[in-house]
């Protein structure tokens, strides 16, 4: 039996997964709540393998090695995350990666995935990484796509559309749920779209 894919995003309500410079939302667009967060943590408390490429595990490196105690990059889901087994999919990392359990897999990242779903014992589970789960789902081997939805529209700001360079998809409606009141958490199942082109 292989193991389930998850890529867990989050995105405005127009489907950016960042804001640019001139933006003051912070983190979350401002748009956390107690829920939110109890419910990332929940979602972290079982085993699981996090699969990121390279950029995003750049990021994350960057942003928890230049925060401080109290900072919402240090949230506790984020903390539990950054503790899980951690697959990084690049040709360009190479050293000490100062990530508890991370280790740097090189080659194609279908192939490394695909590997990994037959081999891993635990669900995998990715968090940002757009290009690369693009590239996973148009091969098939996403099983689960959530997207958080926060309460914003980031028209003038927006950056980094979340599922813009994604092929074209049909999506199953697995669950949903309301958080704090105002954020949408929607888990799909994509198959790719083969009607005609």
């Known amino acids: 039996m292989t193991a389930t894919y998850t890529f867990d995003v989050f995105a405005s309500l127009d489907g950016y997964g960042s804001y640019g410079g001139d933006g003051d939302w912070g983190g979350y667009w401002g748009k956390q709540g107690p829920e939110l967060l109890d419910h990332r943590l929940a979602s972290f408390a079982t085993p699981q393998r996090m699969v990121f490429g390279a950029t995003t595990f750049r990021q994350f490196v960057q942003m928890l090695g230049s925060s401080t105690e109290g900072d919402e990059v240090r949230d506790p ?51 940002g990484s757009l290009s690369l789960n693009w590239a996973l789902m148009a091969a098939g081997l996403v099983d689960r796509l959530q997207v958080t939805i926060f309460p914003v529209i980031t028209g003038r700001t927006g950056t980094s559309p979340v599922l813009g360079g994604a092929d ?24 790719l779209h083969t009607g005609r082109r």
Not at 82 to 101: A, C, I, K, Q, Y
Not at 178 to 183: A, F
């Open 77 to 127: 889901w984020v903390t539990r995350m950054r503790g899980m087994p951690t697959t990084v999919v690049s040709s360009t990392l190479g050293g000490s990666l100062d990530w508890p359990d991370a280790t740097v897999a090189s080659g194609d990242a279908v192939d490394v995935v695909a590997r990994l779903k037959e081999e891993s014992d635990v669900p995998l589970r990715s968090h």
């Open 168 to 191: 074209d998809f049909d999506l199953e409606l697995l669950e949903q749920r309301t958080l704090d009141g105002n954020t949408q958490e929607l888990v799909f199942r994509p198959t």
